[in-house]
């Protein structure tokens, strides 16, 4: 199957063999490294977050101040939204598992601009720096949630310009990682490595990639408009002076909607490697699971109308969003069907990994069925900006995205790393996480329906009882991530080495090579001659 070396590249600046320390690892532009880099950044980045949810969550423990005033309240979820959203969950898979694995499943030696990938790292930091620095400068943290919504977000005197800046410079980052992912497919797959013979990981982050470079400018357009209303007053979302706030939720929905397919889409990737690696059966329905990432991400693009139902548009884009919105549930219903098809009758191997795939189609089941109540016109006006929505966008994003990167780093990690884990521990980890994430956003569904606003830093003594499970939920799931973090930290460092270079039994690419993979990934490039999940 193969016949054709390598070219070794010549030594330079970037090789590691030319620097010690972190500069062999700041100046790398191997792919591995910088998804290395992105891993150990958004990993840090994520505990900050938790940690933030985890206080917003004492403080709704019991009416009245708990242990927070509003004020602080309303500046830790903007601060936690930012950082879960933009530094988090958008780059989070595609970042880390894309820039590690990507060239490797396709039978390449690198990504096709490394000295850009290094460079989006590097912008990545600095707008991270901003977003993050602007809880500390002087005008206070900012208050307007993740969203940044006009007419607050230039009227407020709280410290908003460094954070908005932030989400601008991230969205750079976000467009050099899909602008490279794009031409590395095109590009440098390995010879006889068809579209329809490539895995399925890579085409969720192609078609993510295409989203990046796409939607990412708009967004990018909306928040200089919101600085240039904060600075010079130009009148965009401004009624005073002619302007429409809700012009600025159209621009930004159009963006946004779409991100939480940059979001879901290579965590979906992830799952359809992990399922049919521990079925051991060739995924069903490859064909059907490239249409559906397709699918779900050019109608992405028109389903924005569904956050605005109760903002004031005519009654016909009332009734075509609401559509579309129910459409683009059809092809994330056919990747549930193809991924519960492929572990019917398979001999599975209940690893790890396996129950983080498993456990994320049951919660990604549950915020799709619920997305369907927002996505309905006459039930959101009831649940609409009520802890409903708070519900069911966590078991979307966090569960979904949160639950396929555990699964990923799970079933990556002994490839990355080249040790393993410890099995029982990881085990415990995600019963635990899985109990709390559970027992956490669960009735948030009943507070919503009942009536209990989101973003409210107090509440009626009628939700008492919800939000105490809710708040008691929290503690538990950040036991469980406790578990997880230090198991796999220690483990990087002192687990035992991998007796092979495939422990799972996997069919793609990756597990050919060493553990951890060497510089060019490969001695010889692979020649691809039959389907990625050809299990015999």
């Known amino acids: ?7 070794r590249r010549e030594p330079s600046f970037y ?18 490294r910088i998804g290395l880099l992105y891993l150990y950044s958004i990993m840090s980045f994520f505990i900050i977050g938790a ?27 903007t601060l ?26 396709i039978g390449a030696k690198d990504v096709a601009f490394p000295r850009l990938n290094l460079l989006s790292w590097y912008i990545y930091i600095f707008g991270a720096i901003l977003a993050v620095a602007s809880q500390f400068m002087s005008g206070g943290p900012p208050d307007t949630g993740w969203t940044f919504y006009a007419p607050y977000s230039f009227k407020t005197t709280t410290n908003m310009l460094p954070a908005v800046l932030g989400a601008f410079v991230l969205g750079f980052s976000s467009i050099l990682t899909g602008l490279n992912f794009i031409v590395t497919i095109h590009r440098m797959r390995a010879p006889g490595m068809t579209w329809l013979k490539m895995p399925l990981f890579p085409w969720t982050l192609y078609g993510t990639a295409w989203i990046q470079l796409l939607a990412t400018p708009v967004i990018g357009i909306t928040l200089l408009m919101t600085v240039g209303e904060r600075i010079f007053n130009i009148g965009f979302f401004d009624p005073a002076l002619g302007g429409d706030p809700i012009l600025y939720q159209h621009l930004f929905w159009i963006y946004s909607h779409p991100a939480v397919y940059v979001m879901i889409l290579p965590a979906m990737g992830a799952i359809s490697e992990i399922l049919p690696t521990f079925a051991q059966k060739t995924i069903f329905g490859y064909k ?26 005519s009654g016909v884009a009332l009734y075509v969003f609401s559509i579309l ?51 309905a016109l006459a039930t959101d006006v009831h649940v609409h900006d009520t802890h409903f929505v708070v519900a069911h966008f966590h078991f979307i994003v966090f569960g979904g995205v949160g639950f396929a990167f555990m699964g990923a780093i799970h079933y990556w990690f002994p490839k990355m790393f080249g040790r393993m884990y410890e099995e029982t521990w990881a085990n415990v980890g995600w019963l635990i996480f899985f109990i709390g994430f559970l027992t956490l956003y669960l ?49 990087a460092k002192f687990g035992n080495p991998v007796e092979s270079d495939n422990p799972w039994n996997g069919k793609t690419l990756e597990w050919t090579v060493e553990s951890p993979p060497s510089l060019e990934n490969f001695e010889e490039i692979p020649i691809i001659d039959k389907g990625p999940y050809d299990y015999e």
């Open 1 to 7: 199957m193969i016949n054709a070396k390598l070219e």
């Open 15 to 32: 090789d590691v063999s030319e620097r010690k320390g972190i500069l062999a690892w700041i100046l790398s532009t191997d792919h591995k």
């Open 80 to 105: 936690h939204g930012i950082i879960m959203i933009f530094l988090i969950v958008i780059p989070g898979l595609p970042a880390v598992f894309g820039n590690f694995m990507l060239p490797i499943l």
């Open 443 to 491: 009735p948030m569904f009943y507070l919503g329906i009942a009536g209990m606003p989101r973003r409210y830093f107090d509440y009626l003594p009628q939700f008492h009882g919800g939000n105490i499970i809710s708040s008691l939920g929290a503690i538990v799931m950040i036991m469980g991530l406790v578990i997880i973090i230090t198991n796999l930290v220690r483990s």
């Open 288 to 313: 059907a699971i490239i249409i559906s990432t397709l699918a779900i991400a050019f109608v992405g693009y028109f389903v924005w109308g569904h956050h605005m139902f109760t903002s004031g548009m």
């Open 325 to 375: 919105t129910f459409l683009v549930a059809i092809p994330s219903g056919v990747k549930v069907f193809n991924w519960i098809s492929t572990i019917y009758k398979g001999s599975i191997n209940l690893k790890t990994p396996f129950y983080w795939a498993v456990s994320f189609i049951f919660v990604f089941m549950i915020g799709g069925l619920t997305g369907l109540v927002l996505g």
């Open 51 to 77: 940690i933030l949810g985890l206080l917003m969550k004492l403080e709704l423990l019991a009416p009245g101040k708990t242990i927070m005033e509003a004020k602080t309240y309303n500046g830790v979820f």
